[in-house]
């Protein structure tokens, strides 16, 4: 058998990716490789249902599965053992006040049947960027005035790619989707991107759906006005108690 060639991008062609029907099978949702992580080429495969995925020391890989993962803003679920500690920790959820430390914490995480991070100094470079120019969002999770969980991804029209979230408490990450959840379902918008299935995800309410549906979900929302800048109006310090009542 003959092995797969898979398509190389043209750095002087920002956002030319090849159509995402055509990522491989195996590995899943294997799409492309090359480009580079510049605003263009983020945004322009963000709004095509694409996203870098790469260990250090290869070339950008670039992927869009199928079936894509993720949440409805409104359906991120929490257990009753999840609300019950939840209940009892007044940890304060705000956004886009420690992005960089977010990145750095979701890079340095531990993750299960892997050595090292995939969020190497080039991927923190370029998602700083984003954030700078108000695409990228971290969700936070306080602890008196220390960070112990959150989250961080970029907003492309009204669907939010989520990218990475760390807990240094444990649940701290699940709240800062929770409220990022409340929050999204508030504003009207229909989706946030998860990219791929794992257990942590499908236990907080996390589903599949077919890249087909993903990508006409995103064309439409990717039309829709925004929220523009700095979200941290938006996350004022509340408490799992006050996103619930």
Do not use: K
Not at 123 to 135: F, I, Q, S, V
Not at 156 to 183: K, P
């Amino acid at each position: 058998m003959s092995p797969i060639r898979l398509p190389s991008l043209d750095i002087d062609r920002p956002g030319a990716f090849p159509p995402p029907e055509t990522a491989l099978r195996e590995p899943e949702g294997l799409l492309a490789w090359g480009g580079g992580l510049s605003p263009t080429w983020l945004l322009g495969a963000y709004r095509q249902g694409i996203f870098p995925w790469y260990n250090p020391g290869e070339p950008i890989l670039w992927w869009s599965p199928d079936p894509r993962y993720g949440f409805v803003p409104g359906n991120v679920h929490l257990g009753r053992s999840r609300q019950r500690v939840l209940r009892r920790m007044d940890w304060r959820v705000r956004a886009d006040t420690a992005f960089d430390a977010v990145v750095r914490h979701c890079a340095d995480a531990p993750r299960a049947g892997s050595h090292g991070t995939w969020i190497d100094a080039a991927m923190r470079d370029a998602y700083r960027t984003m954030h700078e120019l108000g695409y990228g969002h971290s969700i936070e999770i306080y602890e008196g005035d220390e960070l112990v969980g959150g989250l961080y991804g970029l907003a492309v029209g009204r669907v939010f790619c989520a990218e990475s979230m760390f807990s240094l408490r444990s649940q701290a990450s699940a709240l800062a989707l929770y409220a990022l959840g409340r929050t999204l379902a508030d504003w009207g918008w229909r989706w946030i991107d998860a990219q791929l299935y794992n257990p942590h995800l499908a236990l907080l309410g996390g589903q599949a759906m077919p890249r087909t549906d993903y990508l006409r979900l995103l064309r439409d929302d990717c039309a829709l006005p925004g929220r523009d800048g700095c979200w941290s109006e938006a996350f004022p310090g509340r408490t799992f108690r006050n996103y619930t009542g």
